[in-house]
């Protein structure tokens, strides 16, 4: 082989090792952290190439830990503790729902079926396991959120006429909200906003709200005098705001 030969041959051969880079050592172990009440499962992933700690929550409330090769347990658990308070924020915020024909559509705590056909009646009509309507597919979602809130603002306003009269006040003007974070609220002139995404937990919720708002007829704050009102209306107030928590980010997302 020629002089020339064997330099090409050896450049190549350098060439090659150097387009090789090393592999990056990785691993990856589902975890739970068990911290400040309800555990938060998450996927903590180490990389070699990995310098520092971070913090992701993907889509479905997927919580991942991004870490070092040698970081330990105990050091990115601390690391998620300081920042808890976030996390939990982007756990419980709400998830947007996605319309298909046949999904389960949120009903007073329990579910109905999206009965959808172009050729149904173009009303929306429930019976006792599913909403039906016909029409063009595009406009279902507002058909169906347009439903919604006629049936919250009947319900509400029974409710609220019922409470109200319990306590002894004249039943306060209402109006459905759509608001975001809040459920309910009461105006300086006593009028009172209910969201209408309450039609979609169940009934006892909805009266706790209620009981809430009326409340804050006498007591325009959250003292302990606030709450003696409520409990005077609701006495198991304590655990309704326990499942409120728990199954309202959910229809938040409605």
């Avoid at 999206?114 to 279902?140: H, M």
């Avoid at 209910?194 to 169940?202: F, M």
């Amino acid at each position: 082989m020629s002089f020339l030969s064997n330099s090409i041959a050896a450049l190549k051969s350098i060439r090659t090792r150097l387009g090789r880079r090393p592999a990056v050592r990785r691993c990856e172990e589902a975890r739970v952290l068990a911290c400040r009440g309800e555990p938060v499962a998450y996927r903590l992933k180490r990389s070699a190439a990995r310098r520092t700690l971070a913090l992701q929550v993907q889509s479905g409330a997927r919580v991942v830990v991004n870490a070092p090769l040698h970081a330990s347990v105990s050091e990115v658990e601390r690391f998620m503790t300081q920042h808890l308070p976030w996390l939990r924020e982007r756990l419980q915020r709400p998830v947007a729902a996605v319309w298909t024909p046949g999904m389960s559509l949120p009903w007073q705590g329990g579910e109905l079926s999206l009965d959808w056909q172009v050729s149904y009646p173009l009303p929306a009509q429930r019976d006792a396991l599913a909403l039906r309507l016909g029409g063009p597919w595009a406009t279902v979602p507002t058909r169906v959120l347009a439903w919604y809130r006629v049936e919250a603002l009947s319900l509400f306003a029974a409710r609220l006429a019922f409470h109200a009269t319990r306590m002894g006040v004249p039943v306060p003007v209402m109006r459905l909200s759509n608001a975001r974070t809040r459920w309910g609220s009461l105006s300086a002139h006593g009028r009172m906003g209910l969201n209408w995404r309450l039609i979609l937990l169940p009934d006892d919720l909805i009266d706790y709200v209620i009981c809430h708002e009326l409340a804050h007829l006498r007591q325009h704050n959250h003292s302990p005098a606030f709450w003696r009102e409520v409990e005077a209306l609701y006495p198991d107030y304590r655990a309704a705001r326990v499942r409120l928590k728990q199954l309202g980010a959910a229809a938040m997302g409605f």
